[in-house]
């Protein structure tokens, strides 16, 4: 009798209650678009995510999400319970980061992000850092690519982290350490082969190996929107992840492909040339970025430490295939002004 009751008091409870893997799936649909792309960043499968929306649905007794062929949208009840979801979830993350600092006594380990696209160089930086008055820090470094560092940072699962040509977005900041323009990689016999550099408009007429989608969301649909205005269309012929693809690809001296100065250089052979793209909009930039939100003394020190050991080095660094943060650019004052204020 008492489980039976126990029973009822537990359905009447989840009956309308929400969990933060509830909340973070919304959030995820909104962010992505569609049930696909929303199950990639909450790291389940998509027959998994919809399951779990059809529950919420259930427990709600409201109707949050519709599928058409323009693909997936919240109702307009979801999308007016989304800035407390994201308040929610970000208030969970924030909690368990602070109650692991306080296991460890206070932060003593630094969790970094890079761009798995970077150079090796950069790498390397971002492991050397020689920090002032934290010292014997920890620090552990995790490679993916743009977009899974910047929702990592949300999260709270990394505290700092190095990546290429991020979107806007109001909880980051970040600071600029590098540019570079793409380099667009043919064949000796191209028509383009005699330019120093080429323009977009040149570019749309020949067919493409392009980098996929999921490499970089954002800068991906920068150039195809760009490229439409400048042409009849784009044609991408092949899509490839890694630049060691493309020489084999080039079968001929119509096909052009797009590369960072580094993976340009490491594809350059007799028979093959590079020249660099010339758009002012277009281009690879690395940004060192963090939470606006995070004030940690030791947050702060490593991005100063890091610019200063940059600034030392003085040396052109390029980057490699990008293949996605407000990212509002942080004077070196203001990064001075936020250290001190947290240290």
Known sequence: MASSSRQKRKQAVSADTLRIRDFALLLALYEAGNLTGAAVRVGITEPAASQQLRSIQRRVKMRLHESNHGGDKLTAEALALLPAAADIVQAYHRGMHDANEARHG??????????????????????????????????????????????????????????????????????????????????EGHALAGRQSVSLTEVVSYPWIFFHKSDHPWLHDLILRRAETAGDGVRIQHRVNHFDHVPRLLTDDKVLAWLTPTGAERVARSGLVARPLDDLEIRLETHLAALTSNTSPLVAEYFRCFLAQLEEEHSPVQLVLPLAGPILNQSWNETQRVYKASA
């Open 106 to 187: 206070g932060q003593r380990e630094l969790r970094i992000g890079a761009s798995s696209f970077l150079p090796e160089h950069w790498h390397r930086l971002l492991e050397s850092v020689e920090m002032q008055v934290h010292r014997n820090i920890k620090l552990h470094l995790d490679l993916a690519n743009t977009e899974q560092l910047l929702l990592a940072l949300q999260r709270h699962d990394l505290d700092v982290a190095l990546v290429i040509s991020p979107p806007r977005n109001g909880k980051l900041t970040s600071r600029c350490v590098a540019k570079s323009p793409f380099m667009i990689v043919f064949r």
